[in-house]
C-alpha cells in the first residue's frame, strides 16, 4: 500500500492544475449576419455566446476569458476593453470598474464580463457607417487571431511568472531558440489557452488574408492552442485546415438555433477534458489550394521555385507574377539532369579549384 | 483530486438529500458547488446536460467518452450521483438515461443567465462609506487573525515576544478543541496529531476545514446547518474589495458573521455596524488550492505589511537534504522546526537539514510523511518550481518539484516505523461464482472505492458501501 | 604468429605515411582557454550598471533584460530571396573527440539531441525540403539515413546512434565525398548544402581535402561547419570557399546555449545569392485531400495497410504521410498549409522602430495585448532617461511603421517571432 515507487510522487503534483483561458473570436459581419437573420439574430447569439462565456467562467475560479470581434473594417477587443487600461489585476480578477449597477442576483464576474461585451459591441456597431459595408464583405479575421494570441502570448507570461512555471523571460537573457522557449515543456502546468471563433463569412472573400491567417494558425500550432470552429452558415477551407493542424474541434451547425447546445456540449471541454472525451471532428479535411492567378481552388497546381506561389497554369511570359522571377517553365516536373550544368559561381573566391575534376576517392575499408 | 477537496466533499456527502434539496435553492451554493467539488469531467457533464431538455440515454455518454477513461467517467458520475446533482430515470423507450436534478439544475442556469430575485450574490452596501477599507488592509486583517489562529496552535508566543497578539474569541478556541485540533492541558494549549496535520496544510484546505467544523458544531448552538452552508457558499461568491450590506441577513447569518470575522474570513468594522467585506479567504474558497495565488499565505510567510509579491513560496529544498526558507514568520518557522533540524538563523532566512532523526520526531508526533512533503511542495519557492519547469519531462511525466531523493527518503523513514494503516471501511465476501465477485469487484476499482481484494476469497474491500450495493441490487434486477 | 603481427605493424606506419593529417593551427594552445578564438571577448557586465534614482540597480537591469530580449529580434527584414526548397546533408561527428564532457552531458550525446531538435526545426520551418544523415567514425563516412523529407526516419536513425559510442577519427574528406554523392542527383532549382557538426581538431583523409572542396564548389554545394573544440583551418577554409567568400558559415560553439542556437541558425532558409545561380523553375504539384476509408488499403509507399490517407490528384494513388512523392506517378504531393508555412520567410514583418517620450503620449497600452505604458514624463526628464542603454525604447513602446500602432516588448517579440503578424496593421484594415 505504501509502496514508495517512481510514479507515486508525482501524484501530489498532478493535482496542481492550471487554470484555462479561453478566447473567443466573434465574426460580427453584417453581411453574413444578415443572411441569418431569420434563423439566428446576432443579439441572441450573442447571448447564448455570453451564457457559454458564464459556464466557462464558472468551472474554475481562475479560469479567464477574452472575446474579439472580427468585423467588416478592424479587428476590436470586446474584452478585456482596451480602454480601462489595467483590466486585469494579479489574480485576473476583474478590476473594479467604477460603474456598479448593484443588482444582487447576478455572479458579479459574470456580470462585468456581460456589461463590458454589450457595451463594447454597441459601440462598435455605431461607429460602423455604410461607408465601410460598402464593397467590403469579408471579415478581419486574421488580426482578430494576432490580437487573441498577444493576448494569450501575455497572460501565459504573466500566469507562469506568478506561478514560477517556466519563465518565458529569462529564456532570452541566456538566449535560447524561440521554438524552445514557445513551447512548453510541461503541458499540465501552463495556461491552458484556447480560441474558438465563430464563424459566419464564407472564406473566399477573406483570401487576400491568406498569408496573415496562415500565420496566425502556424503560430498556434507551435504553441498547441488549438483552434476550434463554430460555423454557422457557409463552409470555410481555411479554418477546416485552422482545425486539422492544431487539433481542434470544427463543427458546422446544421440548425444555427441550437448554438447554445453545441456550445456546452463540444466547445466548453477544456484541453484536460478533452483527452477523456470523444469530439466531434471532421475526418475528410478540404487540402486544396487557392491558386493567386484566379483564385480557382486547384488540386494541381504550378509552385514557383522562388516564393512558393501556387498557379492553375504556367503565368504568362513564363514570368512568376508575385516576385517576376522567370521560371523555366519548360523543364517543370521534368528529371534532374545527370549531369548538371556548371554555372559560374557568383563570389568565387578561390578561383584554382573550381575546375578540379571530381576525384573519386573510396573511403579505406569500403 | 486529493485532500484538497476530499474534506468538504466528505462532508457534504454524509448529508441527507433533503438538505440537498434545501442547499440547491441557492444559485450560489450551485454554483460553488459545481466550481469546487466537481472533478473537470463532471463539469463537462453537467454543462452539457444543462440546457438539455430530454435525459441523455446513459448509453450515449459512455460514447462521448473515450473508451480509455472509462475510470474517470465513472469516478465523475458516482460523484455526481453522491451529491445528488445527477439522477437516472427512464425514458419514454425505456432507456436508462441520466438527468440532472431540478433544484441544482434551476438554481445553475439562474446563476449562469441571472434571473429572478434571489439575492444570491450579496448587496451591496449603498451607504456612502466613510472608511476606506482598501484590499491591502482586508489582505493584512485575514493574514494577522489567521496567523493568529495558527500561532494559537501551535504556540508560537512562547517564542516571540515582539509580535503583537491577537485576540482570539473565546468561540474560536471552543471550535478547536470541538475539532480536536488542540487539547486544553490545564493551562496549556497543546496541539494534537490531527492539530499537526492541520496546520501544515495549504491556506484554502484549512479555511474549509474549519468551516465544516463551524457547520458542524452549528446544529449544537441551535444554529440551522443548511443556513450556515448556503451562507458559506454566499460568501464564496462575493466581490473582494467590496462591502456589502448586513441588513439583509437573518440573524442567524449575523451571528455567524461574527464568528467568521473572528477567523479573519470577513471583515467587520466597528465603526460602522451596516456593512462587512469579505476577504480574500471567503472570496478563494471555491478555486482550486492552486488557483490561489496566495497574496494571503505568501504575507503570511514574510514580516507584516510586506506582501510576498507573486508567488508563495520561500522554501529551497536541495537534494543533500538542506533546507533554506526565505521567512521570517515565527509561525512558519515553528512549523519547518517540526520536521528540521534548525541550524542557523538569519533576518530574512533560516537554514537547516532534514535528518532522519527530525522526520521521525516529527512523524511521532503525528504528522505524516504526506503531510511534510505536500506542506514542502505547497511552499517551495518559484526557483525550484522554475527549475523543475525547466527540465525536460520524461514521456510526458512531468518532472517534480522537489528532488526525488528527498520525498523518496523522507516516505521511506515514516514506513520503518509505519507498517500498519487502517482503512475503514466495508468487506464484501460470500460469493458463490467468481462472475458474481468479479463484476462489482472492477465496478469498485472503477470507481475509486476499492482498497484490496483477493481474488481466491472472493472477497473485497471498500471504503464506501453504498453504490456498490447499488449496482449488486440493479446486477439482481437486471439478471431477473 | 610472430611474422604476421610484425606486418601488421608494418601496415599501419604505412597507412599513415599516407594519411593527410590536416590539423588546426596550434590545437593544443587553443584547446581550453580561448574556445571560440576571436569570437571570445571578455565583456565587463558590471560596467554597465548604473544606479537608478532610488539607488537601486533594478532598472537598468531590467532595461538590460529588455534590450538582450529585442537585440536577439533586430534582424534584416528586406524580403530576400531564399532557398526554400532545400536539400541538406547533416554530417554529425562520431570519432573519439566527441565523448569529451565539456559540453553537458557529452559532446556525443548533446550532438545527438540537438541533431534530433534539429530536424525537427528544419522540417518546421522547410517543410518542403529533403535530408540526409552521415556520421564521420573510424575514418569512415557512414550513412545513418537517407535523403528525404520524412522527419520521423532521421529522428530514429538518430536516436539508434545514441546506443553506440564514438570512435575513431574523423575524416572530412570522405564525409563531404559522400554528401556530395547524395546531392549530387538533387534537383537545381533548390538549394545544396552540408552542415558538419565537427568535434575534432583534426581530419584523416586519404587524399587531398583541397581538391574535394574544388568539387563541392563546382557542385554549388554549400557547406557549414558547427565546431566544438576550436578553430580549425581547413573548417575555415571550407566554408568560405563552398559560400562564396562568406565566413560566417564557421561557428565554434562557446557553451551548450550556443551550440544550439548556432544550430538552429541553419534552419532558416538561406538567402540565394543572385538569380542566376539557382535555376528557378516552375514545380507541378498536387494538392490531395485527405480521405478515410471503412476499410483499411495498402499504401503506395510503404504498402501498410491503413485507413486515412491522401489520394494522389493525379493517379490516386494512396500515400500515407505528406509531402510525398507520388510512388507512382512521381507527382510531388503537398498540402497547402505545407507551402504557407515558408511564407514568413519571404515577406518578413518590418523591424518596429522605438518610440521617444515626444511621441509617446499618443499611445497609453499597448495596442495588441492591453498593457499600460509607463506614462510619459515631463519634459525636462526625458534627455536624463533617454541617454540609457541603447537598442531599447525609453518610453517602453515600439511602433509599427506602416500602422503606427504602439506595442510593448513582449508582443514585438511574439509579433516577430512567432506570428509573424503585426496585429496593427491586420485588425485595421485596408483603409
Known amino acids: 500500500m505504501n509502496t514508495v515507487d517512481a510514479s507515486e510522487h508525482y501524484e501530489l503534483g498532478a493535482t496542481d492544475l492550471a487554470p484555462s483561458l479561453l478566447t473567443i473570436v466573434i465574426d460580427t459581419n453584417p453581411h453574413a449576419w444578415d443572411i441569418l437573420e431569420e434563423s439566428l439574430p446576432l443579439s441572441k447569439a450573442i447571448a447564448n455566446i455570453l451564457v457559454f462565456i458564464n459556464a466557462h467562467l464558472a468551472c474554475n475560479y481562475a479560469n479567464e476569458i477574452a472575446v474579439v470581434a472580427s468585423h467588416t473594417h478592424k479587428a476590436a477587443w470586446l474584452y478585456p476593453s482596451q480602454t480601462l487600461s489595467h483590466s486585469t489585476d494579479q489574480d485576473g480578477d476583474i478590476s473594479m470598474s467604477t460603474d456598479t449597477t448593484p443588482q444582487p442576483n447576478k455572479y458579479r464576474p459574470f456580470r462585468i464580463v456581460e456589461d463590458q461585451v454589450t457595451r463594447n459591441l454597441k459601440e462598435l456597431m455605431e461607429s460602423t457607417t455604410p461607408d465601410h459595408l460598402r464593397g467590403n464583405t469579408s471579415t478581419m479575421l486574421a488580426g482578430a487571431l494576432t490580437l487573441a494570441l498577444s493576448h494569450i502570448n501575455r497572460r501565459t507570461i504573466a500566469w507562469a511568472e506568478e506561478h514560477g512555471g517556466a519563465n518565458p523571460d529569462d529564456a532570452p537573457a541566456e538566449g535560447t531558440a524561440p521554438s524552445n522557449r514557445y513551447s512548453a515543456s510541461n503541458e499540465d502546468e501552463k495556461l491552458q489557452s484556447r480560441i474558438l471563433i465563430v464563424s459566419v463569412s464564407g472564406s473566399s472573400d477573406s483570401a487576400h488574408q491568406y498569408i496573415p491567417v496562415m500565420n496566425s494558425i502556424f503560430a498556434c500550432q507551435r504553441l498547441h492552442i488549438p483552434i476550434d470552429v463554430c460555423k454557422l452558415s457557409g463552409d470555410a477551407v481555411f479554418l477546416q485546415q485552422a482545425c486539422d493542424a492544431t487539433k481542434g474541434v470544427y463543427m458546422s451547425l446544421a440548425e444555427p438555433r441550437g448554438l447554445l447546445q453545441y456550445l456546452m456540449m463540444a466547445f466548453l471541454p477544456d484541453q484536460r477534458s478533452r483527452r477523456h472525451l470523444v469530439l466531434p471532428t471532421r475526418v475528410d479535411v478540404d487540402f486544396r489550394a487557392a491558386c493567386f492567378c484566379h483564385r480557382r481552388v486547384v488540386d494541381v497546381g504550378f509552385v514557383c521555385s522562388i516564393c512558393l506561389s501556387i498557379f492553375c497554369e504556367p503565368p504568362p511570359g513564363s514570368e512568376c507574377l508575385t516576385c517576376g522571377t522567370h521560371l523555366d517553365a519548360g523543364n517543370y516536373n521534368s528529371k534532374p539532369a545527370l549531369l548538371p550544368r556548371k554555372k559560374k559561381k557568383k563570389k568565387k573566391v578561390n578561383g584554382a579549384s573550381g575546375a578540379g575534376t571530381p576525384i573519386s576517392v573510396s573511403t579505406p575499408g569500403s | ?480 | 604468429m610472430a611474422d604476421s603481427d610484425e606486418e601488421y605493424v608494418g601496415d599501419v606506419t604505412e597507412d599513415e605515411d599516407e594519411l593527410q593529417v590536416t590539423r588546426g593551427d596550434n590545437p593544443r594552445a587553443k584547446k581550453r582557454k580561448q574556445r571560440g578564438g576571436a569570437e571570445w571577448e571578455l565583456s565587463r557586465t558590471w560596467e554597465t550598471l548604473v544606479e537608478g534614482a532610488d539607488g537601486t540597480i533594478s532598472s537598468t537591469v531590467e532595461g538590460l533584460l529588455e534590450a538582450n530580449k529585442r537585440k536577439r529580434l533586430l534582424k534584416d527584414t528586406t524580403p530576400l530571396q531564399r532557398g526554400i526548397i532545400r536539400h541538406l546533408i547533416l554530417i554529425i561527428d562520431l570519432s573519439q573527440s566527441m565523448s569529451e564532457k565539456d559540453l553537458r552531458p557529452t559532446r556525443y550525446l548533446l550532438t545527438l539531441r540537438y541533431a534530433q531538435e534539429f530536424v525537427r526545426e528544419f522540417f518546421e520551418q522547410n517543410p518542403i525540403s529533403q535530408l540526409g544523415v552521415l556520421g564521420l567514425r573510424d575514418g569512415l563516412a557512414l550513412r545513418v539515413s537517407d535523403m528525404s523529407g520524412n522527419p520521423t526516419e532521421h529522428l530514429t536513425a538518430i536516436q539508434a546512434l545514441k546506443t553506440q559510442d564514438p570512435k575513431g577519427l574523423p575524416s572530412l574528406q570522405n564525409g563531404l565525398e559522400m554528401a556530395r554523392g547524395a546531392l549530387f542527383h538533387t534537383p537545381s532549382h533548390g538549394t545544396r548544402e552540408v552542415l558538419i557538426i565537427f568535434g575534432s581538431l583534426l581530419s584523416s583523409d586519404p587524399g587531398d581535402i583541397h581538391q574535394t572542396i574544388g568539387t563541392l564548389i563546382s557542385d554549388k554545394v554549400r557547406v557549414g561547419v558547427v565546431g566544438l573544440a576550436a578553430q580549425v583551418a581547413i573548417c575555415r577554409e571550407l566554408c568560405t570557399k563552398t559560400n562564396g567568400g562568406d565566413e560566417t558559415a564557421y561557428g565554434v560553439a562557446l557553451n551548450e546555449q550556443h551550440f544550439r542556437e548556432l544550430m538552429m541558425d541553419v534552419t532558416t532558409p538561406p538567402a540565394a545569392y543572385s538569380q542566376k545561380e539557382s535555376a528557378s523553375s516552375l514545380l507541378m504539384m498536387g494538392f490531395p485531400s485527405r480521405t478515410v476509408e471503412t476499410a483499411p488499403s495498402l499504401c503506395a509507399c510503404h504498402s501498410k495497410p491503413s485507413r486515412g490517407g491522401y489520394l494522389c490528384s493525379r493517379c490516386n494513388s494512396k500515400v500515407c504521410n505528406l509531402p510525398a512523392e507520388c510512388p507512382s506517378c512521381g507527382l510531388t504531393l503537398i498540402l497547402s498549409t505545407h507551402l504557407a508555412r515558408s511564407y514568413h520567410h519571404l515577406f518578413p514583418l518590418i523591424n518596429w522602430i522605438e518610440v521617444p517620450w515626444r511621441r509617446a503620449s499618443k499611445s497609453s497600452a499597448c495596442f495588441a495585448c492591453g498593457i499600460s505604458f509607463p506614462s510619459v514624463p515631463p519634459e525636462d526628464q526625458w534627455l536624463v532617461t533617454e541617454s540609457q542603454t541603447k537598442g531599447m525604447s525609453v518610453s517602453s513602446r515600439y511602433e509599427c511603421t506602416a500602422c503606427h500602432s504602439h506595442f510593448c516588448i513582449d508582443c514585438d517579440l511574439f509579433a516577430h517571432e512567432v506570428v509573424h503578424n503585426c496585429p496593427g496593421c491586420q485588425s485595421k484594415g485596408a483603409e
Open chain 2, 1 to 480: 483530486m486529493a485532500s484538497a477537496t476530499s474534506r468538504p466533499l466528505e462532508y457534504l456527502e454524509g448529508l441527507p438529500g433533503t438538505t440537498f434539496y434545501k442547499l440547491y435553492q441557492q444559485p450560489s451554493t450551485a454554483l460553488a458547488i459545481f466550481r469546487r467539488m466537481l472533478p473537470d469531467l463532471a463539469k463537462c457533464f453537467v454543462m452539457a446536460l444543462l440546457y438539455q431538455k430530454d435525459p441523455l440515454p446513459t448509453a450515449d455518454l459512455e460514447i462521448w467518452v473515450s473508451s480509455d477513461s472509462k475510470k474517470e467517467r465513472d469516478n465523475a458520475i458516482s460523484i455526481l450521483g453522491r451529491l445528488h446533482v445527477l439522477s437516472t430515470t427512464l425514458t419514454g423507450e425505456n432507456v436508462r438515461a441520466y438527468v440532472l436534478t431540478n433544484p441544482f439544475a434551476a438554481s445553475l442556469r439562474q446563476a449562469l443567465m441571472g434571473a429572478e430575485d434571489s439575492q444570491s450574490f450579496g448587496m451591496f452596501s449603498r451607504a456612502p462609506e466613510h472608511l476606506q477599507t482598501s484590499v491591502a488592509d482586508l489582505d493584512e486583517y485575514a493574514r494577522q487573525q489567521w496567523e493568529g489562529v495558527m500561532g494559537y496552535m501551535v504556540g508560537t508566543s512562547a517564542f516571540s515576544g515582539q509580535r503583537e497578539t491577537v485576540n482570539l474569541s473565546k468561540g474560536v478556541k471552543q471550535l478547536l478543541q470541538a475539532g480536536h485540533l488542540v487539547e486544553l492541558r490545564g493551562n496549556r494549549v497543546d496541539i494534537t496529531k490531527d492539530g499537526f496535520g492541520f496546520v501544515l496544510q495549504d491556506v484554502n484546505t484549512q479555511v474549509w476545514h474549519i468551516l465544516i467544523l463551524y457547520v458542524e458544531s452549528a446544529e449544537a448552538i441551535g444554529m440551522d446547518s443548511v443556513e450556515v452552508l448556503s451562507f458559506l457558499f454566499l460568501l464564496s461568491s462575493l466581490e473582494l474589495g467590496q462591502s456589502y450590506d448586513k441588513s439583509h441577513l437573518t440573524p442567524n447569518q449575523t451571528r455567524t458573521l461574527a464568528d467568521l470575522t473572528d477567523f479573519g474570513i470577513v471583515y467587520q468594522n466597528d465603526a460602522d455596524p451596516t456593512r462587512f467585506y469579505p476577504t480574500r479567504l471567503a472570496t478563494t474558497l471555491t478555486s482550486d488550492s492552486s488557483a490561489l495565488s496566495n497574496p494571503v499565505t505568501g504575507s503570511l510567510t514574510g514580516p507584516a505589511g510586506q506582501t510576498g509579491g507573486s508567488g508563495s513560496g520561500f522554501i529551497i529544498i536541495e537534494t543533500n537534504y538542506r533546507l533554506y526558507a526565505y521567512t521570517s514568520s515565527p509561525l512558519q518557522i515553528s512549523l519547518i522546526s517540526l520536521f528540521t533540524n534548525l541550524k542557523y538563523r538569519f533576518p530574512n532566512l533560516v537554514t537547516g537539514k532534514i535528518t532522519r532523526q527530525s522526520v521521525r520526531r516529527a512523524i511521532e508526533m503525528g504528522i505524516t510523511a504526506d503531510q511534510i512533503i505536500s506542506y514542502l511542495l505547497s511552499h517551495a519557492h518559484p526557483q525550484l518550481r522554475k527549475h523543475s519547469a525547466a527540465q525536460p519531462s520524461n514521456k510526458g511525466v512531468p518532472a517534480s518539484i522537489l528532488p526525488p531523493t528527498v520525498t523518496d527518503q523522507i516516505r521511506l523513514w515514516q514506513l520503518e516505523r509505519d507498517r500498519l494503516r487502517a482503512t475503514a471501511g466495508f468487506l464484501f465476501k460470500d460469493f458463490t461464482s467468481l462472475a458474481e465477485y468479479q463484476a462489482p469487484c472492477q465496478y469498485a476499482a472503477e470507481i475509486g472505492v476499492l482498497v484490496w481484494k483477493s481474488d481466491r476469497k472472493r472477497m473485497f474491500f471498500v471504503t464506501r458501501h453504498e453504490q456498490v450495493a447499488m449496482y449488486l441490487r440493479n446486477q439482481k434486477a437486471g439478471g431477473r
